[in-house]
């Protein structure tokens, strides 16, 4: 858990030089991340035409980023991952002079492991 909570860290969203500061703490999106299953999601993602670059970060787990202006980051968790099939989506948002780091979650795994993932995510958020 350790090793996706570092390699989540060092995930910068987009370049964040010239936002104002970020606020901070755990802000959930409310707009849906718009696929029927977070099966779905993991598969389809990737070929999205606004998709700019995809890496891998952790074995089974891909960061994918759109352009600068949509400043959108998708993790996802592939088979052979504890989190999989899931999908998380960061989106940054400027508010009140500060940028958001809004969070939607797409988990397909069990209640508990879904759980896990949200509990990093949020510390991770309060952390930052």
């Not at 849906?32 to 890496?55: H, L, N, T």
């Not at 397909?108 to 991770?124: D, Q």
């Amino acid at each position: 858990m350790k090793s996706l909570i570092l390699a989540l860290l060092l995930v910068p969203i987009t370049s964040t030089a010239g936002l104002p500061p970020k606020k901070k703490g755990y802000v959930p999106d409310e707009t849906p991340i718009g696929y029927q299953s977070a099966e779905v999601a993991v598969s389809e993602v990737p070929k999205r035409p606004d998709i700019r670059e995809c890496s891998q970060l952790a074995p089974s787990m891909t960061s994918c980023a759109t352009d600068a202006k949509a400043a959108t980051n998708w993790w996802i968790f592939q088979r052979g991952h504890e989190f999989h099939p899931s999908i998380v989506r960061r989106r940054i948002e400027i508010s009140d002079n500060q940028h958001i780091v809004k969070t939607a979650v797409l988990c397909g795994s069990s209640t508990a492991t879904c759980g896990r993932l949200n509990l990093i995510l949020r510390a991770m958020d309060e952390s930052s």
